[in-house]
């Protein structure tokens, strides 16, 4: 054999890497395969974290239709109930507030008598026992509010079947809570009534709870939530904050409340320009145009929107906030279930209630002088309602509510004798094809139990953290009114130079 020299030597290493690595490249290819290796390591994660299975459960209409009876072949379990399936996140900080809600009955708890008291005012009673809903009507809720909140309750019990405790509660279509804290704060006073409606103020204790449109205003063309929030971000690409009308927007009914029809009085005209553009809405107009002009997708198009109450708490707030506009709150006395987790500043900029253009025009010069802090705030509420308001939230609102509820029931819930049986077919498989009722049902139909577990309720606040929050808003209210004072000023000086 001939010796090799130094320089076939380093050309036979090379060839022997060369060899190696094809080799060893053959065995990680072919017998562990990339993808292979990824799934392997998934499927590692998906077994600690349980089955990701999905069950779906359509509506049995023929069924419902041949016996008039609702089905009871439902599941009565979800994988999310599984107990090696832990909470997949926290809940957003505003689910706090449902301790603070039920807090009027954390001594006493909530005995039949106490409940039956609730009647006077509400339009129905819901019971659930072992998963199934009964309901007793007193009075037909406005509209389809009534029939879109129920609808909500079954939905809720499709998506956590089994984990929906038996309870009984009377519920208030009506807009003004009317359960007032001063009736029930004397030593000797019993218990207030509990009662469950779409919104409450710093004088009354009604329970709120996620209001109908979640699911669709069927009299309007509203979309159920879950449709209308990817239409809603999709809308805010379409046109750039800076690229949009300099001005604030509002687009309603005013004559539902003097406020409102104050507020028409910050119109542009001949002699004064508030920096508002605000509208009236006819709706009968829109009905017979098919509401062509009333999408809410496409109405991100100024830089700022205002959001005024109504006769008391409007739906209308979470549409709004949705934009990446500053949403302009003008100062509002009723909150819902949610807006308890909004701050002043961050997520929207307060406005006057009894100096409305004057505070408008400041708030509008303040964000054109100010285009990146005024982006932020933007930014800021629409990501919350994008994030936390999504519907999976929203459902976990309910549940969560229920729950902490059925806890401080002193008695055992039973179905009336002019209750009825109530389910997704009951309501949805007999609904009118004509106008939006079914499509909505249909479209906000929860296919089936959920695979997640609802997510992690945070602790009630502390008189520590309940102090930094309310001191938090009121520092940022007082900040928001000295530099709208400091602006004044300031105008005013100007126009006292000759």
Partial sequence: MMPLNKNSAFIFFGVFLLIGAYITTRLFTDEIPIDAAEREIKDERNARAGPTYRVEVPLDCPGFTLTGTCPTNYPTTSPSSSADRPPSKTCPEFFRWIHEDLRPWARTGITRETLERAKTTANFRLVVIKGRAYVETFEKGFQTRDTFTLWGFLQLLRRYPGQVPDLELMFDCVDWPVIKSADFAGPESPP???????????????????????????????????????????????????????????????????????????????????????????????????????????????????????????????????????????????????????????????????????????????????????????????????NDLKMENVYDYMFHLLNEYAKLLKFKPEVPRNATELCSEAMACAADDQGFQKQFMMDSLVKGPAERAPCAMPPPYDPSSMYAVVKKRESSMKIVDLLERRYWEKQGRRQQKP
């Fill in 192 to 386: 207030p009534p509990p009662l469950f409606r779409y919104c409450g103020d710093n004088q009354t204790l009604d329970i709120v709870f996620p209001d109908w449109s979640f699911w669709g205003w069927a009299e309007i063309d509203i979309k159920p939530w879950q449709m209308l929030l990817p239409e809603l971000k999709e809308g805010n690409t379409r046109t750039k904050w800076e690229n949009r009308q300099p001005y604030a927007y509002w687009k309603g009914n005013p004559d539902v409340a003097e406020t409102r029809l104050d507020l028409m009085k910050c119109n542009v005209s001949e002699k004064q320009d508030w920096n508002a553009r605000v509208y009236r809405q006819d709706w009968f107009k829109e009905s017979q145009q098919g509401y062509k002009q009333s999408s809410l997708a496409s109405q991100c198009i100024h830089r700022y929107k205002i959001y005024i109450e109504g006769s008391a708490w409007s739906v209308s707030q979470k549409y709004i906030l949705a934009c990446d506009s500053v949403t302009l709150i003008v100062n509002p006395h009723y909150y819902d279930f949610f807006t308890r987790g909004l701050m002043p500043v961050r997520h929207f900029w307060p406005v006057k209630e009894n100096d409305k253009c004057r505070s408008i025009k400041f708030a509008v010069d303040w964000g054109n002088s100010h285009k990146r802090k005024a982006q932020a705030i933007g930014r800021a509420a629409s990501n919350f309602i994008q």
